[in-house]
């Protein structure tokens, strides 16, 4: 089942955890400006999914599947800060915040119709 707060969670581990070492579940919270218990618990729930490794007391990292999810959806945010930018004229200080509104509302075909890498 995907959610809005789903994606949001798998967003934010994949833009933390950009060398691919894992990321601490205290850092998530912090960049989602939510309790630890609270992110605890969505983690729980993403590992339960097997989209990430989870252990209370070490590094959280990706499965393959919440990888290419977190590829999938971090490709669709910036498509969408592309077009918002380029050609509507967004300010580059507000095109993430609307990127960010409109990610969830978007199917994967509306970003990518044809199936093929954008040049």
């Not at 959610?3 to 919270?29: M, N, W």
């Amino acid at each position: 089942m995907t959610t809005a707060t789903r994606e949001d969670y798998i967003r934010e581990i994949y833009k933390l955890d950009g060398s691919g070492g894992g990321v601490r579940s205290i850092d998530i919270a912090s960049s989602l400006g939510l309790a630890k218990s609270t992110v605890s618990e969505r983690l729980r729930g993403l590992a339960k999914e097997r989209l990430i490794h989870y252990d209370p007391y070490s590094a959280i990292s990706f499965t393959r599947k919440g990888r290419e999810l977190g590829k999938k959806l971090t490709y669709k945010h910036r498509i969408i800060e592309c077009f918002l930018h380029d050609h509507l004229g967004f300010p580059a200080s507000k095109v993430h915040t609307e990127a960010h509104k409109l990610e969830h509302a978007f199917s994967d075909e509306a970003i990518d119709p044809h199936g093929e890498v954008i040049p």
